[in-house]
């Protein structure tokens, strides 16, 4: 297997984007088990401290993510040029977009990337705690995450819609005020949680921990509609048969987008400036040719 240490940029890309892509490639700049990598504690040190030097020159770099929210990120028992392991899932492999983007960030800063599995909720604590080096899971820099947090530029920009279930009578709404006293679930932690809040006299249900069990609750009529991340409308319809997306008027859907940065110990200046120009450096047709590839390979 050939991994990202082997390979120059311009030909981790050209693999990331999946070998059919015509994007013409600029050069850029199981059962569950404790983790076999030794967690070092991070102390909190001084906070005008750069906190990069525990990130660099470190051989294995643990990356924190779900691993259970395709496309972003997905397990597989099956290693191939676009996985990377999963450190505390025996014969477990991680592949999607958040994927492809830490083993850029991981090239750079010359460490091989591994994954640790771990709920959403868990990530920030368990960065500032030292059990993992940086969060690279389709996390938001929300104000409130900053004051924990330090993030990147953003890796990826969407939106956000609501699926209703088939034949609901929702179905046919056009504008967020139709959902006024529906009943709308959201993924804890997220802001696919908070987002609910933009919709007039919404009935906001305590968020479920994931977003399978969202959707689980929507197919099972627990709720009137749910939250979700347009871009993956497809690969989420395939995934939950009976479900249908709301088609909002132009202006009247959600406001709020959604950013992808990577997260990091506060007070990483140099692993900032590192990662920002690893992200900058890659196009939009690269990005969008990468999260194709992505779409296309994820589980159904």
Known sequence: MITHRNMTRRAFLRTALGAGSLVALPALAGCQRPSTIPVVESGTGD?????????????????????????????????????????????????????????????????????????????????????I?????????????????????????????????????????????????????????????????????VIHQAPVDSVPNVFSHLLQGTCDAVTYNTENEEGYMKQNPGIVPVRFAEGEGFQQDVTCNVGMRKGSTKLLDIINEVVDGVSEDERSAMWQACLDRQPE
């Not at 492999?93 to 830490?102: E, N, S």
């Not at 139709?178 to 679930?185: E, H, M």
């Open 133 to 201: 080096d940086l969060i690279i899971a389709g996390m938001s820099a929300t104000d409130e995450r900053r004051q924990s947090v330090d993030f990147s530029d953003p890796y990826f920009v969407g939106y956000f819609g609501l699926f209703v279930k088939e034949g609901s009578k929702y179905e046919n709404a056009t504008k967020l005020s139709d959902f006024s006293g529906a009943q709308v679930l959201g993924q804890k932690d997220t802001m696919l949680d908070t987002v609910i809040d933009e919709i007039p006299g």
């Open 47 to 131: 906070a005008r401290e750069d906190r990069s030097d525990e990130i660099l020159g470190k051989a294995q770099i643990r990356v924190g993510m779900e691993v259970a929210y395709a496309p972003y990120n997905w397990q597989t028992s099956e290693p191939s040029e676009y996985t990377i392991p999963v450190d505390n899932v025996s014969g477990a492999y991680a592949d999607g977009y958040d994927v492809q983007f830490a083993k850029l960030v991981c090239e750079e800063l010359g460490g091989e990337p591994v994954t640790v599995k771990m709920t959403f909720s868990g990530l920030i604590d368990a960065l500032n705690n030292g059990q």
